[in-house]
């Protein structure tokens, strides 16, 4: 089955504890994005990776970082937390090419709370 | 760059009412086109999408959409809702596969029973 894997799936943390979330794919898809949903604003891009190596900033990175060295895994990270990066945060996947290309496949979520 | 607008922030039917949800890109270029639709607490999933051929396309759940590239449109329409179609509805689009692809700020839907 086709899955895109988050963990955890909600978190509680405080200013400035460093946090990593990760993300999985089983399918060998070449694309991962990892987006946050917040109300009234829908999903924004923070960052996305053409391929292993490869990463690249969306619209709202400043805060984030990530890293791909490998297919399969594209871990978010929270240097220093702040209040304004609690939301909901989604991970993504698709194919570059081939009649599957362009559908994201998207995790269950990531609810992060910064106190 | 590329933009997405979603007219309709929130729209309330009752059930079996007939349902239509604008969407409008900004690109000038060949686009891709999805709907992704989020059910309470769950992420999101594909309604449908346009590559390319017929501009009316059938999606899952008895939803199909229309792209009238005059006016850079993709509506999503349903003939009647039920309550189950409750929800929080997204248009997207990219330029192509190898490209970002970029969401409307969503519509809500409340279907009543």
């Known amino acids: 089955e086709a899955q895109v894997t988050q963990n955890p799936r909600y978190l509680i943390t405080v200013t400035g504890k460093k946090l990593t979330v990760t993300c999985s794919q089983n399918m060998n898809h070449e694309y991962m994005s990892w987006y946050r949903q917040d109300p009234g604003l829908g999903l924004r891009q923070i960052y996305y990776?053409?391929?292993?190596?490869?990463?690249d900033k969306g619209d709202v990175p400043e805060g984030y970082k990530v890293s791909r060295k490998e297919k399969r895994n594209f871990p978010l990270i929270l240097e220093s937390p702040s209040p304004n990066q609690t939301s909901l945060y989604f991970c993504?996947?698709?194919?570059?090419?081939?009649?599957?290309?362009?559908?994201?496949?998207f995790g269950e979520g990531s609810r992060l709370t910064v106190l | 760059a590329q933009s997405v607008s979603q007219h309709n922030h929130h729209v309330i039917l009752s059930e079996a009412a007939s349902l239509e949800l604008g969407c409008n890109y900004s690109?000038?270029?060949?686009?891709?086109l999805f709907w992704y639709v989020q059910y309470p607490g769950q992420h999101l999933q594909l309604l449908l999408k346009y590559f390319s051929g017929d501009p009316l396309v059938k999606g899952i759940k008895g939803f199909e959409a229309e792209f009238i590239k005059s006016k850079f449109s993709f509506n999503l329409r349903k003939p009647s809702v039920q309550w189950s179609d409750t929800a929080e509805y997204f248009c997207a689009v990219n330029a192509g596969a190898g490209t970002a692809l970029i969401f409307g700020k969503g519509t809500t839907l409340s279907v009543s029973s």
């Open positions: 990776s053409m391929n292993v190596e490869v990463t």
């Open positions: 993504a996947a698709r194919k570059t090419s081939g009649s599957l290309a362009g559908e994201l496949f």
């Open positions: 690109y000038g270029g060949t686009v891709n």
